[in-house]
Nanobody, 118 residues
């Protein structure tokens, strides 16, 4: 059974770069036809898909965040990483990593709260 675990800072200052890592166990991030996503939920708002990295290493991003977002992976550690640049208080949210696949339900990490504040 695949499991995902987010890690990273709980507090980030405005204008800094947020870096979060998702460690995957019970399955490989290079397994065919799966995509590894970052999704966030600001307080009082719905889920926002931020971007994903595919099994081949290709990436896709939300148009609204594309200019500030980068997703990469380390296959030797079975991890993928989110970098969000120039954060503002509006980036305060619970951040989730997830596994997705066509015709398959999402498998979620437990989520990590990130607050942007000086």
């Amino acid at each position: 059974q695949v499991r995902l675990q987010e890690s990273g800072p709980a507090l980030v200052k405005p204008s800094q770069t947020l870096t979060l890592t998702c460690t995957v166990s019970g399955g490989s991030i290079t397994t065919n036809y799966y995509y590894w996503s970052w999704i966030r939920q600001p307080p009082g708002k719905g889920l926002e898909w931020m971007g994903a990295i595919g099994y081949s290493g290709s990436t896709a991003y939300s148009p609204s965040l594309k200019s500030r977002t980068s997703i990469s992976r380390d296959t030797s550690k079975n991890q993928f990483t989110l970098q969000l640049n120039s954060v503002t208080p509006e980036d305060t949210a619970v951040y989730y990593c997830a596994r997705e696949g066509v015709g398959r339900s999402r498998t979620w990490g437990q989520g990590t709260q990130v607050t942007v504040s000086s």
